[in-house]
C-alpha cells in the first residue's frame, strides 16, 4: 500500500490492496466481487435517499457502510470519496453531498469493472 495520500486516492482498483485481504484465494477474491455488485446499488440507493430528505445522518452511515465495502475488494479512489462525503455529512454538511455521491457510483462503477477484469485475467492465467 502506497503511503502518498494522493496516489491511494487515485487508484481506483489496488490488486495488491485486494491480494492482501484474500491471499492466493481465488474464489474469495470472486465472493468479494460477487457482494460488490449486489451491495454497492443498495447503499447508494440509501444514499440518495439521504440526500433526497436532505438528512445528513442517512448520508454519513451510507457513506460508512460504502467505505467498508470498497477497502475490502481494494477501491482506494472509492473510498477515498466516501471519507470525504461521511466526514462532511457527520458535520452536517451535505452541500456538495449530490457531486460528492455521483463521483461514489462513478467510482464504484470503475471498481468493479477493473475488479472483474482482474478477476478473468487471473482465471485466464491459471
Do not use: W, Y
Not at 481506483?12 to 481465488?26: K, P, Q
Not at 457513506?63 to 465495502?69: G, Y
Not at 468493479?112 to 492465467?125: G, N, Q, S
Request: aromatic share 2%; charged share 30%.
Amino acid at each position: 500500500m502506497t503511503t502518498n495520500a494522493h496516489d491511494a486516492a487515485a487508484d481506483d482498483f489496488c490488486a495488491n490492496d485486494l491480494l492482501a485481504v484474500t491471499a492466493d484465494d481465488a474464489g474469495m477474491r470472486e465472493g468479494l466481487r460477487d457482494i460488490l455488485v449486489e451491495e454497492a446499488p443498495r447503499l447508494l440507493t440509501r444514499m440518495d435517499a439521504g440526500l433526497a430528505a436532505a438528512s445528513a445522518v442517512l448520508v454519513a452511515d451510507a457513506a460508512h457502510a460504502v467505505k467498508s465495502l470498497v477497502a475490502t475488494v481494494g477501491g482506494r479512489r472509492a473510498f477515498a470519496l466516501a471519507d470525504a462525503l461521511e466526514r462532511r455529512a457527520r458535520q452536517g454538511d451535505t452541500s456538495d453531498a449530490r457531486q460528492g455521491a455521483d463521483a461514489l457510483a462513478a467510482s464504484i462503477g470503475k471498481l468493479t469493472a477493473d475488479l472483474t477484469a482482474f478477476i478473468e485475467r487471473e482465471r485466464r492465467t491459471c
